[in-house]
T-cell receptor, first 113, second 111 residues
Framework: DTAVSQTPKYLVTQMGNDKSIKCEQN?????MYWYKQDSKKFLKIMFS???????INETVPNRFSPKSPDKAHLNLHINSLELGDSAVYFC????????????FGPGTRLTVL | ELKVEQNPLFLSMQEGKNYTIYCNYS?????LYWYRQDPGKSLESLFV?????AVKQEGRLMASLDTKARLSTLHITAAVHDLSATYFC???????????FGKGTLLTVNP
């Protein structure tokens, strides 16, 4: 069973388009995250939700809007895509207690042409 | 704001050799994590270190934490080709939730 899943795995689109990436976790975790990994493999957190409440909102253009319909899902919508948005986007989830280890999804490779 | 620095960023080593990756962080961190990423793949959790002096070992990898020096190390013993990957350390987490990642160390183990 997949723990953290993302769709789509690859996304190729034109500048100016709007696109969404979906994430689901079946680990029963309370907290979910979106990370961006650039071409140099640098990973930076974008957003985090805990029990559907936004708790981390890093300096990200407001073209990016996360939505958490329930604890198991966290989607990322991106408006007016730009070339610089090309990256791999990872979803992750973690439990509230214990080691709080974050478990990552397989990633979505977004290419903006 | 927490900053995490790893070195080296690139490491090419021969099979059978030992080496250490260093991870320094700038301010107090609840805990320290190590992740592995294979090319084109996701991040896999290796270790989480929760307190000063913590040491964790799995196979040929051993991680340790010195909170006074704000330093974690990932030691590789008798490297094998299968260990080739990018290794990230990350600080933060816990009640803060936010993880700050180092830039990663690309490890290549040559036969």
């Amino acid at each position: 069973d997949t723990a953290v899943s993302q769709t789509p795995k690859y996304l190729v689109t034109q500048m100016g388009n709007d696109k969404s990436i979906k994430c689901e976790q079946n680990l029963g975790h309370d907290t979910m995250y979106w990370y961006k990994q650039d071409s140099k493999k640098f990973l930076k957190i974008m957003f985090s939700y805990n029990n559907k409440e936004l708790i981390i909102n890093e300096t990200v253009p407001n073209r990016f809007s996360p939505k958490s319909p329930d604890k198991a899902h966290l989607n990322l919508h991106i408006n007016s895509l730009e070339l610089g948005d090309s990256a791999v986007y990872f979803c992750a989830s973690s439990p509230s207690g214990g080691t709080n280890t974050q478990y990552f999804g397989p990633g979505t490779r977004l290419t903006v042409l | 704001e927490l900053k995490v620095e790893q070195n080296p960023l690139f490491l090419s080593m021969q099979e059978g050799k030992n080496y250490t990756i260093y991870c320094n962080y700038s301010t107090t961190s609840d805990r320290l994590y190590w992740y592995r990423q294979d090319p084109g793949k996701s991040l896999e959790s290796l270790f989480v270190l929760l307190s000063n002096g913590a040491v964790k070992q799995e196979g040929r990898l051993m991680a340790s934490l010195d909170t006074k020096a704000r330093l974690s190390t990932l030691h590789i013993t008798a490297a094998v080709h299968d260990l080739s990957a990018t290794y990230f350390c990350a600080g933060g987490g816990g009640s803060n939730y936010k993880l700050t990642f180092g830039k990663g160390t690309l490890l290549t183990v040559n036969p």
